[in-house]
């Protein structure tokens, strides 16, 4: 396959998930576009038929280290988890405002865990990424992986029961 069609191919599959991801870490979705940006222009610069079995954690190791990069460069305040809300697919109004309800819930629970975490969370549930993917994208083991998924995972789930445990306050 010619490399601008492995290019175009990585940049519809992965464009939306980098800067869900990079948006985690720059807290700007501007700044995040610009290092996933960034990261199809390094791409372009490497033998991209080499690269292509290894593809996917290269591509978000290189969007992670761009928008740490960002973030070095600029100090910016983390947006409220609140303005993050996306529609449902539900039709109902009523399962919609649910729907939004509970996914606002979680990104404020997922926004109180460890950055690593945090990090984590998002390449295993938005991008869809392998242990193995994501052990080479934040260059950590595939058992760390395995560790921080399953702490991160015990502590949502136990915010998550409190919360919902808690009695509604008039």
Known sequence: MPPEQ???QALDRYERPL???AREITGDLEAARDAVQETFLRLSRQNVAALEPRLTPWLFFVCRNCALDHC???VRFHPDPLDEERPSEDPSPA???IAAEDGARLRQLVAQLPRTQRELVKLKFEAGLSYKEMSDAMKISVSNVG???HEAMQTLR?????????PATP
């Open 6 to 8: 492995i290019i175009a």
């Open 19 to 21: 800067i869900s991801y």
């Open 72 to 74: 070095r460069k600029v």
């Open 95 to 97: 399962a919609e405002a």
């Open 147 to 149: 560790v921080q998924l």
């Open 158 to 166: 136990r915010l998550w029961n409190r919360e919902t445990s808690e």
